[in-house]
């Protein structure tokens, strides 16, 4: 397993992307609304980057062979989809909840961010698993201390979800992850508890926290345009995601924060 440190020159590049996507998505957050069609963001997403000089991360993304190109330049999953839905010619209805999951490369180095953004006004079990998801997000970034070790982050993630919603499952099939000039580096990092300390985070490590949490159960499919993921009892399924920097003496760097 091969770690990449970043110096801090190229942290500051990645500052640059991250700032790229955390923006764009608080403009997504923005446009939000019963009646918008997920067209319409997407087609945003293309405007907005190429103002800003950015490459779309996502478009023709191909992790495997046995997966076709991804074809858009942001992931859409909306209620009881998880991750990796493919924006349509879809209108979203009040009380839906929807995740938008972005990447942008500028200079060469990719920024990684998520939300999840209500839809009008959502019921309150909705608002609930929102609010436990994304808090889970905050435990694990201030668990990312230099000298400590990778499991005390994916902890830190566990116990938060557990303490706020022991109902709800972590989805364990998907995980965070390094980031750098590359979407998808070393180390993996799951939204659970580990049986092992795992790598030491260092001064440089960049590293794309995202826990996903389900109402129902952990369990998920995939559907058969080969990427969109979705709960396999239906159930609503929430996915928060910063892309954040390892810094030594202080707190972890959070670097798609708009």
Known sequence: MTIIIKSDDEVKIMREAGQIVGQTLQQIREMVKPGINLLEIESFVEEEFKRRGAVETFRNYKPGPQFPPYPSNVCASVNDELVH????????????IVTFDLGATYKGFVGDSAITVPVGEISDEAKNLLKVTEESLFAGIKAAQAGDHLNDICTAIEESILASASNYSIVTNYVGHGVGREMHEEPQVPNYRLAFKGPRLRH????ALEPMVNVGTPETYECEDGWTVRTADGTLSCHFEHTIAIREGREAEVLTLP
């Open 85 to 96: 839905g493919i924006p349509t010619d879809r209108v979203l209805n009040e009380g839906d």
């Open 204 to 207: 440089g490590l960049v590293l």
